[in-house]
């Protein structure tokens, strides 16, 4: 865990974490620009309670992202299992213990976590995965790629093997090509319990959601599309990943400025550029995009875009009941894993594949099958 502010509530995140009878189970605060009496004066409590469990270091390298402590983090910890975690967030109780033994017993490089946010607790809908697929997952068919942060727990020695570091001094983005690698190199498998990781936005600064110039807010694209690793995709897995940067990177630079209408010449131009390399990395990405939203990049492309336009295309992708955000800009993707349709549907179905009563649902509905094809192979026999 990255601290850079002590305003927010590390004791409740922290908290979170050792609040188990588990000894094994630990947290490592790293004190970014900060001095560690400034942390420890904080979590004292804890400190107190939970003697031995709370491991805090100072990282002061004066660079105001949080990719350099939980690189520093990763590499310093001794764990057979590490994890990351914003400092105002909070993990349920039975959450490590559940992943853990998640990925014992499947060998995983990775568990992803089930994330709500806030007291609502409202579900978090990434990755759209396959609804049926609780095994390992795949990176272009279960869409891994919309799990743009590696919340969970991860082998520290896949960290390792798979030469994954989040993109340094970048001030958000820094975990894309760090989960591009892993996803796509690791054996990555789901979370199966029903605790979460939870999400809050109570800080009282978040910097990773305050627009900055596009050039810097998109940098990590660029990083990530110049991996060595990345440029040896197959077709299946440059489309999934080109059609998430489309529909979710460069989307919420878009909406982070007012659908667009508070774009400088400079974000223009950025802008242009990003499509563009999306563009070059998978020529099929964009077409796979719902009507309104392909607009909107059509019109981001052209030398000088109507901003106004703009705004208008990201407004009517939004209008889900309507048929230019349903239906893909080119009528033969309609079918395709990464279309419009089949994105929106499993991303609907994430819900249904989170609930608790889901697993014995699909247990009744295998016996059933099973039962059916039995009966039809023992009727066939009698009838021979």
């Avoid at 402590?69 to 057979?80: E, L, Q, R, V, Y």
């Avoid at 568990?111 to 697929?133: D, E, F, Q, T, Y």
């Avoid at 909107?296 to 052209?302: I, P």
Wanted: with cysteine; glycine share 6%; proline share 6%.
């Amino acid at each position: 865990m990255a601290v850079h502010d002590t305003r927010r509530n590390i004791r409740r995140a922290v908290g979170s974490i050792v609040d188990v009878e588990d000894p094994t189970i630990r947290a490592f605060v790293v004190c970014h620009n900060l001095t560690r009496e400034e942390v420890e004066e904080e979590l004292a409590p804890l400190i107190d309670a939970r003697p031995g469990r709370i491991r805090i270091e100072v990282l002061a390298d004066g660079i105001p992202s949080p990719s350099g402590p939980f690189n520093f983090g990763m590499a310093a910890s001794d764990a057979t299992y590490v994890g990351i975690m914003g400092s105002d967030d909070e993990l349920d109780s039975d959450a490590i213990s559940q992943w853990r033994s998640r990925a014992e017993a499947t060998q995983a490089d990775a568990v992803i976590a089930k994330v709500v946010r806030g007291p609502l607790r409202n579900l978090v809908r990434s990755p759209p995965k396959r609804l049926w697929r609780t095994g390992t997952l795949d990176f272009a068919r279960d869409r891994l790629s919309y799990r743009s942060a590696p919340l969970g727990l991860m082998r520290r020695d896949a960290i390792s093997r798979l030469d994954l570091r989040l993109l340094d001094g970048a001030r958000n983005g820094g975990d894309l090509p760090f989960v591009t690698r892993l996803w796509l190199g690791g054996k990555i498998v789901p979370a199966s319990g029903l605790a979460a990781y939870v999400e809050h936005a109570d800080a009282p600064v978040r910097v990773t959601h305050v627009a900055k110039p596009v050039a810097e807010e998109l940098s990590a694209i660029k990083a990530t599309l110049d991996d060595v690793v990345v440029q040896g995709m197959g077709i299946p897995e440059r489309t999934a990943l080109a059609t998430k940067l489309l529909r979710r990177n460069l989307t919420d630079s878009v909406r982070k400025r007012s659908g667009g209408s508070a774009f400088t010449a400079g974000d223009c131009a950025a802008m242009a550029e990003f499509i563009g390399r999306v563009d070059a990395f998978s020529p099929s990405a964009r077409h796979m995009l719902s009507r309104a939203q392909a607009r909107m990049f059509d019109e981001l492309t052209r030398p000088e875009p109507d901003l106004a336009a703009v705004a208008e295309h990201d407004a009517a992708s939004n209008r889900y009941r309507t048929l230019d955000a349903i239906l893909p800009a080119r009528a033969k993707y309609l079918l395709h894993p990464q279309g419009q349709p089949r994105f929106m549907a499993a991303t609907a179905l994430i819900k249904v594949g989170s609930s608790r009563y889901f697993p014995a649902a699909r247990a009744v509905f295998v016996a059933l099958v099973s039962a059916v094809v039995v009966g039809v192979l023992a009727l066939a026999f009698w009838r021979s």
